[in-house]
């Protein structure tokens, strides 16, 4: 049987090209041997936080160059990663934890080098993304990745508003510091009936899965502080399927004429659903007056 270090070396690596490399997302045992082997085998390292990554690559025993690649000075590092890889060498690109390009930097690099008309090259790995859906259940049986939800309160209530109808489970990254409020705007644009994983520090020590429902979420965070530590990956189950009729949109009006003059209400709320802005118009003065 071939050694799998072997296995790792067997694919051919060209010169010029840029890798993509997923790193763990917490348990630094989840690196792939192909991610060593190449890591190893380029001339230079591309990383969100040259101090995270030299951390890394120090366990592993592999000393490269570094440059930094974050989202502030993505485009311009990029253009010096392509002379890089003009001049034939091998760069690899990774974040902090897991898959670039995913709520990551990495994104406008892949744009940059395939402009220039490079080779790139994905190295799969750990992702939170994928690692809370394995194990959300039968009930994600397809999903839409939204990733962080806007900081601002109203900004955010506005997107939730937009999704509150979407018929696939919705996947979301959240920050500890708004872990609580982020599931109190969830239960409120969606209602609590719906179904809910939150994964909390996937693959790292105090790694923690509660299912349950939107109602149940606030007050399972609140009976422990400790739970409100970490990152997290938020999964709600998608709306389920409603049977056409004449007022299928009242709870979504209901939400804009708090806040808007009837025509705006209906004008936003033609522009989410598809349904027809008159018939919504009408609907919303009827709601008015009651």
């Known amino acids: 049987m071939t050694p ?33 082997h190449v890591l190893g085998l380029v001339d230079r ?31 311009a590092a990029g253009l010096r990663i392509v002379e890089h890889l003009q001049a034939g060498e091998r760069v690899a690109y990774v974040s902090d934890a897991g898959t670039p390009g995913i709520s990551d ?39 839409s990745f939204i990733g962080f939800l806007p900081a601002k309160a109203k900004q955010r209530a506005a997107q939730l508003q937009q999704l509150a109808a979407h018929p696939h489970a919705l996947v979301f990254y959240e920050a500890p510091h708004r872990i609580v409020e982020t599931v109190d705007a ?8 719906r179904r809910l994983l939150i994964a909390r520090e996937l693959t790292k020590l105090h790694e923690t899965l509660h299912g349950c429902t939107l109602a149940e979420a606030p007050a399972w965070l609140a009976d422990d502080p400790n739970r409100q530590r970490g990152e997290f990956v938020v999964v709600v189950e998608g709306a389920a399927p409603q049977a056409a009729g004449e007022h299928d949109h009242d709870r979504l009006l209901a939400i804009l004429l708090d806040e808007l003059p009837v025509s705006s209400a209906a004008k936003i ?5 598809g349904a027809s802005r008159n018939a919504l118009y009408a609907r919303a003065l009827e709601l008015r007056k009651d």
């Open 105 to 143: 930097p990495g994104a406008k690099l892949v744009d940059a080098v395939r402009e220039a008309g490079l080779p790139v090259v994905p190295l799969p790995g750990a992702s939170a993304l994928a690692t809370a859906l394995s194990v959300a259940g039968d009930w994600v049986a397809t999903f």
């Open 45 to 75: 390292i591309a990383a969100e936080d040259t101090r995270n990554t030299g951390q890394l690559l120090a366990r592993y025993g592999i000393s490269k160059p570094l440059i930094a690649v974050h989202q502030h000075n993505e485009r």
């Open 186 to 193: 969830l239960a409120a644009a969606f209602g609590g009936e």
């Open 269 to 273: 709320a033609a522009a989410i659903t």
């Open 4 to 36: 799998l270090s072997e296995l790792a070396q067997q694919q051919h690596y060209p010169q010029g090209a840029l890798y993509v490399v997923a790193t763990p997302i917490g348990n630094s045992a989840d690196v792939t041997l192909r991610a060593l």
